[in-house]
């Protein structure tokens, strides 16, 4: 049962480059969510999606895109990095009830020089 | 809208003593009250959640936590602590009422406990 598995595990890009986070849960979940998380600032939400097909923007959308391809999965697009998007990416996702809670991906570790 | 508070950065405590790991909530509604811990290097897992009913909830390894409406708090507790409890703590809030179903978490509490 792998739950929700996210790659790469680490990553370390240049300024400017662009790079795609992948996520894929198997556990037929209707909404997905992406959170960095920084030092002192908890998880913040950068997108999210309610349903395959619905995709909107959380608190920290700016430098980012989001896909959901399907169900399954939803892919996190840096088109251009920089420093300030040094962070641990998590991936999560949850059934489509209220009172559920979030299962978490392992993190991405992406580091901007 | 809603939010959740965390007040305190690290809480240290000696292993075998109680715990507590604080948390406050704000929601227009009724609201749905989980906590995660993460580990070093490790996603967010999750331990207990409240919902409706009895205030207070048990959860794995132990922990238990107290939903208090009038205070809007749902404090973290354990009896007693180990040393492999020292982590990093999340609460979160999901609110019904608002129709915003996204989990919003607090910034954490670390959680220290020394042998």
């Known amino acids: 049962n792998a739950g929700v598995t996210q790659t790469p595990k680490f990553q370390v890009l240049k300024t400017g480059q662009s790079m795609t986070l992948q996520c894929a849960q198997d556990?037929?979940?209707?909404?997905m969510y992406w959170y960095r998380q920084d030092p002192g600032m908890g998880l913040r939400l950068i997108y999210y999606s309610a349903s395959e097909g619905t995709t909107d923007k959380g608190e920290v959308p700016n430098g980012y895109n989001v896909s959901r391809l399907n169900k399954r999965e939803f892919s996190l697009r840096l088109e251009s990095a920089a420093p300030s998007q040094t962070s641990v990416y998590f991936c999560a996702s949850i059934p489509g009830y209220m009172n559920t809670e979030a299962f978490f991906g392992q993190g991405t570790r992406l580091t901007v020089v | 809208a809603q939010s959740v508070a965390q007040p305190e950065d690290q809480v240290n405590v000696a292993e075998g003593n109680p715990l507590t790991v604080k948390c406050t909530y704000s929601?227009?509604?009724?609201?749905?009250l989980f906590w995660y811990v993460q580990y070093p290097n490790r996603g967010l897992q999750f331990l207990l959640k409240?919902?409706?009913?009895?205030?207070l909830v048990k959860g794995s390894y132990g922990f238990e936590a107290e939903f208090n409406k009038s205070q809007t708090s749902f404090h973290l507790k354990k009896p007693s602590a180990l040393v492999s409890d020292s982590a990093l703590y999340f609460c979160?809030?999901?609110?019904?009422?608002?129709?915003?179903?996204?989990?919003?978490f607090g910034r954490g509490t670390s959680l220290i406990v020394h042998p």
């Open positions: 929601v227009s509604g009724n609201p749905y």
């Open positions: 979160a809030v999901r609110d019904l009422s608002g129709g915003s179903y996204i989990p919003t």
């Open positions: 409240y919902i409706t009913g009895d205030n």
């Open positions: 556990m037929n979940h209707n909404s």
